[in-house]
């Protein structure tokens, strides 16, 4: 059974940073996809960055410049660098795996709450 289990959420200043952690436990095998994804009140979740198995990252445009999603392979855990924190940051982040290939698993976070006050 995989499972993530995430960390780093907080309260930070406008302009600040935080780091955002997700480690997965179980088999989660040599095809997938990890990302983070966040939802404000109110609002849909929507995708903030994803990283696959050969390394290749996306994100969103509203983060392009100021968060950098990464992983330790060894740890089985993916990170969230955000920087240049803004209040519109704010909102409920959850970690994602999609498992694929001989089987096809998605497996969510928790979720940790990261607000940015102005």
């Known amino acids: 059974q995989v499972q993530l289990v995430e960390s780093g959420g907080g309260l930070v200043q406008a302009g600040g940073s935080l780091r955002l952690s997700c480690a997965a436990s179980?088999?989660?095998?040599?095809?997938?996809?990890m990302g983070w994804y966040r939802q404000a009140p109110g609002k849909q979740r929507d995708m903030v960055a994803t990283i696959n198995t050969g390394g290749s990252t996306n994100y969103a445009d509203s983060v392009k410049g100021r968060f950098t999603i990464f992983r330790d392979n060894a740890k089985n855990t993916v990170y969230l660098q955000m920087n240049s924190l803004k209040p519109e940051d704010t909102a409920v982040y959850y970690c994602?795996?999609?498992?694929?290939?001989?089987?096809?698993?998605?497996?969510w976070g928790q979720g940790t709450l990261v607000t940015v006050s102005s």
């Open positions: 179980g088999s989660i095998g040599s095809n997938y996809v």
């Open positions: 994602k795996i999609v498992i694929y290939g001989s089987r096809y698993l998605e497996v």
